[in-house]
C-alpha cells in the first residue's frame, strides 16, 4: 500500500493490440535480425489461459527483489503479494521472436500493431526459452492525479544484453498513453543502476529530483549493505511516441 492507500487502476474492459518490434538479437541459425511481440495481459487472462506464466513472472521478480540492488522491496516471496503488487496494473509481456514475422496489421506513428495470441507467440516453447521482458504500468498517484503512471520492468537474466530493455522501455512510450495517461514518474532510479539511468536519459526523461539516502541497498560485491540516491525521473506523454526507426 501506498502513502495514499490503495490506489487502483483503470477498469479495463479489452485488451490494446499486440505489437512488433525489431531486436538487436541475431538469429544464429539465420544470420538475421530477430523481432519482439509485446502482449497486453492482466492476472485474469494469465490464470485463465496461460498456465505456468504467473509463476514464472513471479520467480524472476522474486529473485531480482532478493538481490536487493534494484527494487525497494526486501521480499516479495508470497505469490498473493506480487499479484497485489505486479498485477494490481496492466501488464505488458515482451515475447521473443521465433520464425517469420507476423503480418502486420496496421502501422501509425512508427508502431506495427498485430494480431497474434499470446500462445501463438510462444510457439511451443517455455516461458523460459521465450518471455524477453515484462512490466507493469499503473497510476502513481490516486484520484485527481491519476492521470500520472508509474511502471516496473523486468528482463531475466538468461536474456540480457539483447536490447530487450531498451524495448520494453520504447513500448512503454506507446502503451502508457494508449492507456490513457498524461505522464510518467519513476520514483526510484538508484543512481547506481547505470544502465537504468542511462536509458531513460536516452528516451529524454526528466531527472525531476534527487532523494539522497533514498536506498538500502546490498553492495554489489555481497560485503554489506549502503546507502544510494535515487533519482525521480518524469516524462510527459503528449506529443511524444515511439520512433520508426526503433520498431
Known sequence: MSAYGVINRPQRTSYLPTTLWNSLRVESDLGTPSFVTIHHIDRAAVERIQTGLFNYLHCIFANEV???????????????????????????????????????????????????????????????????????????????????????????????????????????????????????????????????VKLWEALNFTKAGLIPKAGRLRRKDGEGEEYVDAIIFYKSFEETGPDADDQ
Open 66 to 196: 532478493d538481490k536487493g540492488l534494484t527494487y525497494p522491496q526486501e521480499d516479495i516471496s508470497d505469490s498473493a503479494a506480487f499479484g497485489a503488487y505486479f498485477f494490481g496494473g496492466d501488464v505488458l509481456v515482451a515475447i521473443a521472436g521465433k520464425g517469420d514475422p507476423p503480418a502486420i496489421k496496421s502501422e501509425e506513428r512508427g508502431v506495427r500493431e498485430i494480431e497474434q495470441s499470446l500462445d501463438a507467440a510462444r510457439n511451443g516453447r517455455t516461458w523460459e526459452e521465450c518471455v524477453a521482458g515484462f512490466y507493469y504500468v499503473k497510476p502513481n498517484y490516486p484520484g485527481r492525479s491519476s492521470h500520472i503512471c508509474n511502471a516496473g520492468f523486468m528482463v531475466p537474466p538468461s536474456q540480457r544484453g539483447s536490447g530487450y530493455g531498451h524495448i520494453l522501455a520504447k513500448s512503454y512510450l506507446y502503451y502508457a498513453p494508449a492507456l490513457g495517461y498524461k505522464a510518467s514518474v519513476f520514483n526510484l532510479v538508484y543512481d547506481n543502476n547505470t544502465a537504468s
